[in-house]
Every structure is written in structure tokens, then in C-alpha cells.
């Protein structure tokens, strides 16, 4: 069965540095997302992706994040200066076509611990 | 804007016990889409139930249920005969219609524990 999936499971980064978070959706899709979930908390919405291009961001979502799809297979979160409060787990997610119909398919999560 | 208000934080039962799980919704659209997922002690989280605006029919899938009541904004959860691989958080989720790329806005969770 396709799935999701994340790299790396856990990434430990220093406070400024600039993470890549990477993610393979499953091959049909083309529509993109990306979910954050402080330890504890609720998983709160960042992003959504379609035809290159951001379709909708949230409040969290901002100048210090970007997204990219650098290829047919990858799409990939960008933290450029982390800080201690972006200490999270980052789900990715896909779903086959747009609109709230359509189940979005999460990846396993990459924990993102800041020092 | 769209809201999940889940008001149990935590739900503790015995094996083999029923147990409901609430789930109370804002929305101005009149289509919009529910969800159910489980989030195990792993972390990943597991899609459960769609449910669509118009259709208010409960659905039973082995010994899951689902609630959904359009009067009262509610989409609630019953796990009958409750076994401990249930212990999960539990996220209700909403997501509204119209726009291409649909945010899920999820309710805080409810910590369900199953002991034996």
C-alpha cells in the first residue's frame, strides 16, 4: 500500500541553524501538506501546496518557513533560523486531489528538537 | 472560522468497558467534511472516519461508532468493548469545502486509556 514518507525521524539542531525537513508523498498525489504538533498539543495546520505554488498558509506559517517541491518525488519544509519554540513533530501529508472531500494521507512525522 | 472543541482531556476506563469520545464543531459552511484519527504512543496518526456534511447516518465499522448530529454541531466516538492497543490520543478533526488545497483543523485531543 503507498504511503508517506519522512526524513529524517528526529532531527537535533542548534537555535539559528536552518533545517530541511524532507518528505515523499505518495506518487499520485498532488496535493501537499504540512502539519505541526508541539509536544502535547494539538496538531495545528502550516501549509498547503498545489501546481508549485502555496495554497493556503496559517498564521505559523511565517517568513521563516518555506516549501519547496525540488523534483517530481520530494517536497521539503524549510525552517531558515530556528528557535527553541519550533520544537515540534512536522507531519507531512498528501491527498489525491483538493477539497475537503479528499482524506489526506499522513507520514510517520519527523520529531524536530531544538537546542 | 472553523473550531473542534474537544472537552475531555483525558478518558481512563477498564478493559471491555464502552467508552464515548465528544466532539463538538464551528463552521459557517453549510459543506464540510469530519474526521476521526488515532494517534498511538508511536506518534503517527491514523485515519478512522470521513463524514460528510449531509450524510447524518452513524456509522459502525467492528467496534467503532460514530455520531453525527448536524443539531447539536457533535461527531462523537464510541469505542465498545474497549481493549487496551486502543490507549491513544484521539483527534477529532473539520475541514470545509471550497477551497483547493483544504486545511484540517483539529480539535486538542482526548488521551484514552485502557487499562486492563
Known amino acids: 500500500e503507498p504511503e508517506v514518507t519522512q526524513t529524517p525521524s528526529h532531527q537535533v539542531t542548534q537555535m539559528g541553524q536552518e533545517v530541511i525537513l524532507r518528505c515523499v508523498p505518495i506518487?499520485?498525489?498532488?496535493?501537499f501538506y504540512w502539519y505541526r504538533q508541539i509536544l502535547g498539543q494539538k496538531v495545528e495546520f502550516l501549509v498547503s501546496f498545489y501546481n508549485n505554488e502555496i495554497s493556503e498558509k496559517s498564521e505559523i506559517f511565517d517568513d521563516q518557513f518555506s516549501v519547496e517541491r525540488p523534483d517530481g518525488s520530494n517536497f521539503t519544509l524549510k525552517i531558515r533560523s530556528t528557535k527553541l519554540e519550533d520544537s515540534a513533530m512536522y507531519f507531512c501529508?498528501?491527498?489525491?486531489?483538493?477539497?475537503?472531500?479528499?482524506?489526506?494521507?499522513f507520514g510517520p512525522g519527523t520529531r524536530l528538537t531544538v537546542l | 472560522a472553523q473550531k473542534v472543541t474537544q472537552a475531555q482531556t483525558e478518558i481512563s476506563v477498564v478493559e471491555k468497558e464502552d467508552v464515548t469520545l465528544d466532539c463538538v464543531y464551528e463552521t459557517r459552511d453549510t459543506t464540510y467534511y469530519l474526521f476521526w484519527y488515532k494517534q498511538p504512543p508511536s506518534g503517527e496518526l491514523v485515519f478512522l472516519i470521513r463524514r460528510n456534511s449531509f450524510d447524518e447516518q452513524n456509522e459502525i465499522s467492528g467496534r467503532y461508532s460514530w455520531n453525527f448530529q448536524k443539531s447539536t454541531s457533535s461527531f462523537n466516538f464510541t469505542i465498545t468493548a474497549s481493549q487496551v492497543v486502543d490507549s491513544a490520543v484521539y483527534f477529532c478533526?473539520?475541514?470545509?469545502?471550497?477551497?483547493?488545497?483544504?486545511?484540517?483543523?483539529f480539535g486538542e485531543g482526548t488521551q484514552l486509556t485502557v487499562n486492563p
Open positions: 501529508a498528501s491527498s489525491g486531489r483538493g477539497g475537503a472531500r479528499n482524506e489526506q494521507f
Open positions: 506518487s499520485n498525489h498532488l496535493y
Open positions: 478533526a473539520l475541514s470545509e469545502d471550497g477551497t483547493s488545497g483544504s486545511r484540517l483543523t
